[in-house]
T-cell receptor, first 113, second 113 residues
Framework: QKEVEQDPGPLSVPEGAIVSLNCTYS??????FMWYRQYSRKGPELLMY????GNKEDGRFTAQVDKSSKYISLFIRDSQPSDSATYLC?????????????FGTGTRLKVLA | NAGVTQTPKFQVLKTGQSMTLQCAQD?????MYWYRQDPGMGLRLIYY???????DKGEVPNGYNVSRLNKREFSLRLESAAPSQTSVYFC????????????FGPGTRLTVL
């Protein structure tokens, strides 16, 4: 079982839809949770960064962390064609005396105009 | 402020050839990382350098070597390239190691024939 599971998609939605992207994880030591956006043939860029459980909002983006369920989500409101990209979840925390930083495999999102 | 830069952008090698991928950052970051990204596998850490003068193995170090030349530069060397090393390689950097968000370069697309 992978430490971080993420549905690869692709996920196709019409413009203006609310998008929900999710990751599950197995390591309860993870403390920091990130969402990166990666456009085709580009490097990942940070979208959201949260510490521990709770919600964080930034414009049209909301990140949720539920540590009790080991589940994190990214919501995109009023989705735009420019949101079409691959979204990678990432998480980090202490494991066996060292620190781990693990990425999900990414979900491809396509927002149709 | 260029952020993280990588050279070359593309490279084709024959099996057994060697090459060095270059990475530089101008954000005064302490930590630097090399990842490879393969379809369905996500980003996997090859090597990292927590600070100038130190390097450590990541998840998939076999077949690679690294050099932290100074605070700005971190190179990745393939001594004898193999087709299994065909991938997209990303360099990243940050200030506070694995508890901190990472800033990625644009990537190097490597094909080994």
């Amino acid at each position: 079982q992978k430490e971080v599971e993420q549905d690869p998609g692709p996920l196709s939605v019409p413009e203006g839809a609310i998008v929900s992207l999710n990751c599950t994880y197995s390591n309860s030591a993870f403390q920091y949770f990130m969402w990166y956006r990666q456009y085709s043939r580009k490097g990942p860029e940070l979208l959201m960064y949260t510490y521990s459980s709770g919600n964080k909002e930034d414009g049209r983006f909301t990140a949720q962390v539920d540590k009790s369920s080991k589940y994190i989500s990214l919501f995109i409101r009023d989705s735009q064609p420019s949101d079409s990209a691959t979204y990678l979840c990432a998480m980090s925390g202490p494991t066996s005396g060292t620190y781990k930083y693990i990425f999900g495999t990414g979900t491809r999102l396509k927002v149709l105009a | 402020n260029a952020g993280v830069t990588q050279t070359p952008k593309f490279q084709v090698l024959k099996t057994g050839q060697s090459m060095t991928l270059q990475c530089a950052q101008d954000m005064n970051h302490n930590s630097m990382y090399w990842y490879r990204q393969d379809p369905g596998m996500g980003l996997r850490l090859i090597y990292y350098s927590a600070s100038e003068g130190t390097t450590d193995k990541g998840e998939v170090p076999n077949g690679y070597n690294v050099s932290r030349l100074n605070k700005r530069e971190f190179s990745l060397r393939l001594e004898s390239a193999a087709p299994s090393q065909t991938s997209v390689y990303f360099c990243a950097s940050n200030t506070q190691g694995f508890a901190d968000t990472q800033y990625f370069g644009p990537g190097t697309r490597l094909t080994v024939l």
